[in-house]
């Protein structure tokens, strides 16, 4: 019997380059006469024009404090609950195991506070040394209470995850395994299914930095059955927040530290004093924007995460033919190293975030020149402390992060490769 496609499943178009930068205002700006490139996508991302109205747009008809017995306060209500909702599409999940907070960061120390609560000697955590220190300190810090860290090493050679020295690591005694879905350094995308799976059948617990894969890849929470999952909207078009996704049953089973006035319910019991709602407006605004770009790559899809990944589909074509671009190009110029992988046979496991060191010259001094010339990009460790650390390149400054995004153009990145050549020339 042939099956019908359904809508959801129509062949997609590419995606809509000029009409995506066209919604980003800050794409505009000139440095020193020539246009700006943001390839600092993975230190924070451009938000579009509906995402700033949606921020605005509170502040001047709906500010006010939640669950008060008025309009602004019941319009600010609303407006946390549409967020909750667009985040458990983008992730996958059900509204109430949504979870804002100021960032990453801060969610990961409150969650690592309330599940550290029960342990103690005896008990061990995994984390891995590929990950940004958001997932690694908050986990550490456990050490006080007696608990064993056990950190999973990565080939030096291509920068991935030493799956065989992660799964030794794990043993009875561990109670958690913190990974991170891709690496804000050196762009590896990691088996986060395969972790979660080591983890479960030791009777571990999963948590999943998502920060820098989000802009590249489509979440889905229920598939990868983690218990955790901690995103940054700032990292994908939003504003300046970080979200967890908690399983239901986990949420509900470790007890939050927090003022007694404050709901026992869940997610609420999560969140304490008063959030930043203009950013949780922007934040609906944001998952909406995905949407839009996802309809009008496959203008048949119906539900939003069905658009949600339309989107995505859409600008993983993208972005891997510029990553193509960019690496091969890269690695034509005289003394560069590339740290991970740059087998384009193998760029399925890795997103578009590339560093690279150039022999005599200090990544500052390549960032800084790059600058001047509008080309947005970052030196240093960006907290990724380990990977540098590891690979012997933190005191020397660490490398040049190149990140690109969906609203990045094939024109830039020629456009980088000559600059680069030229600043390596002098
Ligand atoms: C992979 C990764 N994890 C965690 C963080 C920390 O996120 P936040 O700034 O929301 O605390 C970052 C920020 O750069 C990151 O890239």
Redesign the pocket.
């Known amino acids: 019997m042939s099956v019908m496609p359904t809508a959801e499943q129509t062949s997609s178009t590419a995606l809509d380059v000029a009409w995506a930068r066209a919604q980003f205002p800050a794409l505009a700006q000139t440095v020193n006469g020539q246009p700006a490139v943001f390839f600092d996508g993975?230190?924070?991302t451009q938000v579009p024009q509906q995402v700033i109205d949606a921020i605005s747009d509170y502040l001047k008809r709906d500010n006010a404090n939640t669950h008060g017995a008025y309009q602004t306060s019941r319009n600010t209500d609303r407006i946390v609950d549409e967020a909750r909702a667009a985040m458990a599409d983008f992730l996958n999940c059900d509204p109430d195991e949504i979870v804002f907070g100021?960032?990453?960061?801060?969610?990961?120390f409150a969650m690592s506070r309330a599940i550290g609560r029960d342990l103690g000697p005896g008990d061990e955590i995994v984390l891995t040394l590929l990950?940004?220190?958001?997932?690694f300190s908050p986990w550490k810090a456990l050490e006080e209470k007696g608990v064993a860290i056990r950190a999973a090493k990565f080939n030096e050679s291509d920068c991935t995850l030493d799956m065989a020295d992660l799964a030794s690591k794990i043993n009875s005694r561990t109670r958690l395994v913190a990974v991170?879905?891709?690496?804000?350094?050196v762009g590896t995308i990691n088996d986060v299914g395969e972790v979660v799976r080591l983890a479960r059948q030791a009777g571990a617990l999963s948590y999943i930095?998502?920060?820098?894969?989000a802009p590249h890849g489509p979440i889905d929470v229920r598939a990868v059955d983690c218990d955790f999952l901690?995103?940054?909207t700032?990292?994908f078009f939003g504003p300046?927040?970080?979200v967890l996704y908690g399983k239901r049953a986990r949420l509900n089973q470790f007890r939050p530290y927090k003022v007694r006035p404050n709901t026992d319910e869940t997610p609420g019991s999560w969140e304490w004093g008063t959030l930043n709602h203009e950013c949780i407006a922007g934040i609906k605004a944001c998952v909406d924007y995905w949407a839009t770009l996802g309809r009008r790559a496959q203008p048949a899809v119906t539900s939003r995460r069905a658009a949600i990944l339309a989107a995505h589909e859409a600008i993983h074509q993208h972005e891997r033919a510029m990553l193509q671009k960019m690496i091969s190009g890269l690695l034509t110029i005289p003394g560069l190293k590339l740290y991970g992988i740059t087998d384009p046979r193998r760029f399925d496991n890795r997103c578009a975030t590339i560093v690279v060191r150039i022999e005599g010259h200090t990544p500052l001094e390549l960032a800084t020149k790059l600058g001047e010339r509008g080309f947005f990009t970052w030196d240093g460790n960006?907290?990724?402390l380990n990977v540098t650390e590891q690979l012997d390149v933190e005191r020397l400054g660490g490398f040049l992060r190149i990140g690109l995004l969906h609203y990045n153009t094939m024109e830039e990145v020629e456009r980088m490769l000559a600059a680069l050549r030229e600043i390596v020339r002098r």
């Open positions: 993975p230190g924070g100021a960032n990453m960061t801060s969610l990961t990950d940004h220190d958001a997932n991170g879905y891709a690496s804000n350094a930095d998502a920060v820098h894969y901690v995103c940054s700032y990292k300046h927040m970080g960006y907290y990724a």
